[in-house]
């Protein structure tokens, strides 16, 4: 590695442009190369559920991980690295140096519409997972990104949102798993578009402290993507690297605020040498080179794939349904469009195009092959967004082959460019100069005669005709600025055609491109809805005539995507009232939720078990069936305290007022804000059962510490059940007479075990001394108080188990 007096050597041979050229990317996911101090240009990719590469291009998968929410379910720390392993492999794999994960913003509420992209409610799960995925992208060489530096935690006005907090708020909840991501060595933050208390992020004082001051975080601070809206506030504040370029607000701009002497010379100085920094960490100075990977192979990753979708789905009921006997099974009803078409992973620029997905359906299908039969009702559709053209529907015009066909065509209508691909969402295709139009068409052959839905997604003038009859035809305006609207998902447009018979017909979309249309095009098509209560009443008679029920339900793609909060919780489409008929027609129903954060279940108390499966990534089915059989255990646990419906949420607020979001509850978010409004959530945080049962016996924990210093307790629990299973032992701390506001109860830590049936065992859970930290505004340091403080050990926020007293012997301040 490169000390700092060989980096100050490099930055001092390059000339104020050469540097401030580097501060800006190349491209859209490419910082720019030096030639002259041989700098190579480094990539970029989205993270955190895969990584995507460079391109958008469907025919270049890859490997889909769990969602952020069921990573945080895993408790699991060793896993969490090995699957950040796996996303350095995926990066080794498509050339990318830089992996723009993990999301550290956290759950505040329910609505929240990329929450299925963040881990947990609590900062102090957050911060741990987080850490584990950054050791386990680093420890290959490969750099991990700590986003949104902060308060980043819904998508209302995300671009302008100011979020009005508390120092102590932000320091106690949501910077606080940026600062374990800082320990763990993360060597990218990345600066979110809103603002908090007034700055907008990308200039704000908080890059400077704690991050860069106080933490010692000697990274590199990168924009969000088209975050930075100016030149000389952020160059003065700590922002070191705007992304995306080649334009931007620096360049030229920054050069004459540097001449000028309106941005101190050093200040550019420091962000190169942070720069070189990452460059020297990630190899940037020599070619790309193959590296050994811990994962090696698909096998291989699909194998920890598996392993992960199982390990993160928490098992929330179980009135002795699961798991199931194959050899007791002779029919096996699967209900619900989710259990062949699942949500894999939710909306907006974490998208990666997986290569294969194992459907619930498929997995189901897969382990009882040979033993019993399986049905499968789809239900009716639970509003479901047409889905783009496919390799499933679709033929390409020219050549035959499934998919559909892309052409680019130039003023005249001459076509410039053709090529065969597999969707009909292309979102950055190729653009040859001189290029005026997109074409996507393609031959559907409809399953069914009837009310077709078709629709086209982008900006600019658009047309969709089928079979020479114009559908659509109009101007579409952005109304937004906003990236992963414009480029990754615009909103799509539709109209209804009848087709009268299963003839296949012609389907054409054009869009127009003009300047600021964006880069994404989007075809879709969806068959007729089929008549609700009579698809209900096969479903049910199905569930009726088969020994178990396995209904699965969940969000649309309307719902949990980037750039939009949700407006609900409620399951679309007439999904609860599908659980209820199927429930009341089989004891033995067990629900599986396909969603990346929360839902209502209405019905919770009436299935015979609910498991969530969250957005698993690709080996969905195959984890779930190893669940459902029990061939592993459900061995998530609850990231985030699960209403039984949004009126009863603490915290909702998405929408800001005049532009500002203020985080009231302060402290208060996740279960400490039920806890203090005395209310029972529907489960809690910590939450989640698995094959076998437990007996905590014995607490060992000192009753007197030194303030700043960690402890650990001793925690002895027999596995009282009939077969080996985990146990998450979880510590939450009270101090009732607290002379500051605290929560009534938090979360400080857990340690994880395993036993045999019968067996004892004990779990070391650690507590560090933040845990007993607060953060004093009138000081600005932290402080523990002295006195005694109550300490808890359970199964969940709501379920303890043990209770008793540690008293802190001596206040400390720490600056
Ligand atoms: C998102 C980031 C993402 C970036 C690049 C932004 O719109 O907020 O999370 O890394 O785009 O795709």
Known sequence: MKDDRTLDRLVGRLTLEQKVR???????????????????????????????????DERRPSALLPSASALGALWDEELVEELGGLLAAEAARKGVDVVLAPTLNLHRTPLGGRHFECFSEDPELTGRTGAALIRGIQSHGVAATAKH?????????????????????????????????????????????????????????LLREPLKGEWGFDGVVVSD???????????????????????????????????????????????????LRLADRVGAFAPPRRR?????????????????????????????????????????????????????????????????????????????RGRARVVHVPGPTPGVAPSPLDTDRCRDPRSGAPGVLLRVLDESGRELHAEHR?????????????????????????????????????????TLTVDGLTLLEGVFLRETDDPAVVHVNPPVREARAVLTSKRPVHVVARRELVPGCGRATVVTAAPPEPDAELVSATAVEAARAADVAIVVVGTTEHDETEGYDRSGLSLGGHQDDLVRAVAAANARTVVVVNSGGPVEMPWREEVGALLLAWFPGQEAGAGLADVLFGLAEPGGRLPTTWG?????????????????????????????AW???????????????????????????????????????????????????????????????????????????????????????TADVEVPARALRH????????????????????????????EGTVTVERRAVTG
Do not use: C
Request: net charge positive; aromatic share 8%; no cysteine.
């Open 225 to 275: 993507w088209a975050a930075l809206r100016s030149a000389e506030e952020p160059a003065r504040a700590a922002l070191d690297l705007a992304m995306p370029g080649p334009q931007s607000p620096w360049g030229a701009s920054l050069v004459r605020a540097v001449k000028d002497g309106r941005v101190p010379e050093e200040a550019v100085d420091e962000k190169v040498r942070r720069l």
């Open 22 to 56: 580097l501060l800006t990317g190349a491209t859209t996911w490419r910082t720019a190369a030096e030639a002259d101090i041989g700098l190579r240009e480094m990539v970029m990719s989205d993270g955190p559920a895969g990584v995507r590469g460079e391109a958008w």
């Open 675 to 761: 806890l203090r409004a005395g209310r029972a959530p529907a489960f809690w945080f910590g939450h989640g059962l698995g094959y076998t049962t437990w007996e905590y016996e014995a607490v060992d924990a000192p009753t007197k510490v030194a303030a700043g210093d960690a402890f650990t307790m001793r925690v002895r629990l027999r596995n009282t059940g009939t077969r080996a299973g985990r146990e998450v032992v979880q510590v939450y701390m009270a101090r009732p007479g607290s002379s500051v506001e605290r929560p009534l109860r938090w979360f400080v830590g857990y340690a994880a075990v395993r036993a045999e049936a019968g067996r004892a065992v």
């Open 775 to 802: 953060w004093s505004e009138e000081e600005r340091a932290w402080s523990t108080e002295p006195g005694p403080y109550r300490l808890m050990v359970g199964r969940s926020a709501g379920d303890r188990r043990w």
């Open 644 to 672: 039984a419906s949004l009126a009863d949420a603490p915290v909702t607020r998405t929408r800001p007022v005049g532009g500002r979001l203020p985080y009231s509850e302060g402290l208060h978010i996740g279960h400490r």
């Open 292 to 368: 050994r990977m811990p994962v090696r192979n698909s096998y291989e990753s699909r194998a920890l794939l598996r392993r992960a979708a199982a390990a993160g789905s928490v098992l929330l009921t179980n009135r002795g349904v699961l798991p199931l006997d194959p050899t007791e099974l002779s029919t096996v009803a699967v209900i619900g469009a989710h259990a062949a078409a699942p949500r894999t992973q939710g909306g907006g620029s974490a998208g990666v195009f997986p290569s294969d997905v194992v459907t619930p359906l498929a997995g189901i299908r897969a382990r009882l």
């Open 422 to 462: 597999l969707s009909g969402r292309q979102l950055e295709p190729d653009l040859p100069a001189g290029a005026r139009t997109v074409e996507i068409s393609a031959v559907l052959r409809p399953r069914q005669a009837g009310a077709w839905t078709f629709g086209v997604g982008g900006f600019g003038r658009m």
């Open 149 to 205: 530096y902060v308060a980043n935690d819904s998508e209302t006005d995300r671009l302008t949102v100011d979020v009005r907090a508390s120092e102590r708020t932000l320091r106690e909840v949501y910077l606080a798993p940026f600062e374990a991501a800082v320990e763990a060595g993360v060597w990218l933050v990345m600066a979110g578009y809103n603002a908090v208390n007034n700055v907008t992020m990308t200039a704000s004082p």
